[in-house]
């Protein structure tokens, strides 16, 4: 695993520890100044998302380093994780996404997973504004090859008044919520590729991605030539740095561990025998492994926070966590939540969790607080 730009697992037999083991480093390592501290890690080339004036977001800590791989990205190892934000479910609107996004930055967090179909394309929308003059201090990945249905499609621009009524009517959040767990149409061919990639860096503000995933894609997508060809010529163009699998499956994982082209692979992770075989795979492949779904979920309808202090398997969840930094493919954890109290005590039970396993450069902010949330999918 190493680290140039840019959290929770299961009991893991004979984690390894040493040589191995993920190297973390002060973010802000060799800055010329106070002045520098926030821009963590530069992109090889300047970004629209730099013409604008910064926002002053200021940082009450400074997150360690983590490498990506064998990417030559260099971000946080705690990600935030979007999917969330800009949903017709989720209380929140334009501002307080925006203010959750630069309070991520704030704590640290450097690095942003989102894809087009979040939010109808909102979640990069606000990713865009939230980081508006700091492109070269973030790690941004996304993903294409989901499509919105066209009833989600008809109804993106009534998500203000749904929104309103869900949180009213327990019959329509129900049917909303159902609708949004169906599974999403797919497309992976190569011009509707193409066309989210760049529609993505639209609403990102951005003229790059540092890792492009392909956002779930059946079992042999890889294996075609045509998308691979078109693919290694968008990087060429240098519409993206590294190209990614985002899996839902596990037989996914393990042909996107084989493919050459794959840098980076992002799954849920659930600490089983198979996953654990799954991350020494990729390790010895060279990958790096973004995890998610290995956190604590919160019911449905709290916000991403469970309201209660009685929160079972967090114990266990730590041991993940401490265990999973310690794996040579370990390439950052997302966490996913709308709500700023929560985002705070994730930052902090990560930062515990690192220290258990011996890792240095990641600091608490202090408070209590367990990991939950959800990752990105």
């Not at 609403?203 to 956002?215: A, I, S």
């Not at 499956?249 to 799954?278: I, K, N, P």
């Not at 794996?327 to 709308?338: E, N």
């Amino acid at each position: 695993m190493k680290v140039n730009m840019n959290g929770n697992a299961m009991n893991f037999i004979n984690a390894d520890s040493g040589a191995g083991a993920p190297r973390l480093r002060d973010a802000a390592a060799g800055a010329a100044g106070s002045g520098e501290r926030e821009r963590v890690a530069m992109a090889p080339h300047q970004s629209p998302m730099n013409t604008h004036t910064p926002t002053r977001m200021p940082m009450l800590m400074p997150m360690h380093q983590i490498t990506l791989g064998q990417t030559g990205i260099t971000t946080s190892a705690l990600a935030l994780g979007c999917a969330c934000l800009g949903s017709a479910l989720t209380p929140m609107g334009r501002s307080e996404c925006v203010a959750l996004i630069r309070e991520a930055y704030a704590l640290g967090i450097r690095h942003f997973d989102t894809a087009g179909i979040y939010g109808q394309g909102d979640s990069e929308r606000f990713l865009g504004e939230a980081l508006a003059g700091h492109r070269d201090a973030v790690c941004l990945s996304s993903k294409a090859g989901q499509r919105l249905g066209m009833g989600q499609a008809l109804l993106a621009p009534l998500k203000a008044p749904i929104r309103w009524l869900a949180a009213r009517r327990g019959g329509l959040h129900r049917s909303v919520a159902s609708q949004r767990a169906a599974p999403m149409p797919r497309c992976f061919e190569p011009d509707f590729i193409e066309r989210s990639l760049r529609a993505s860096l639209r609403r990102l503000r951005t003229d790059h991605l540092d890792v492009f995933y392909l956002h779930s894609p059946p079992a042999g997508t890889l294996r075609s030539a045509r998308l691979m060809a078109r693919i290694e010529g968008l990087r060429k163009q240098g519409l993206f740095r590294s190209f990614g699998v985002s899996c839902d499956s596990a037989d996914l994982v393990w042909e996107a561990a084989a493919h050459e082209a794959v840098a980076v692979v992002q799954f849920g992770f659930d600490g089983s025998t198979r996953a654990q075989a799954q991350l020494a795979e990729l390790a010895r492949c060279g990958k790096a492994a973004v995890l998610r779904g290995v956190m604590a979920q919160a019911p449905a309808g709290t916000g991403g926070h469970s309201g209660s202090g009685n929160k079972p398997g967090n114990a266990l969840l730590g041991r993940t966590v401490n265990e999973a930094l310690q794996r040579p493919a370990f390439g950052g954890l997302i966490v996913g939540t709308t709500n700023t109290a929560h985002l705070r005590e994730n930052v902090a039970a990560f930062g515990r969790a690192a220290a258990l396993a011996g890792v240095s450069g990641i600091g608490d902010i202090g408070g209590i607080g367990d990991i939950g949330g959800m990752g990105a999918k």
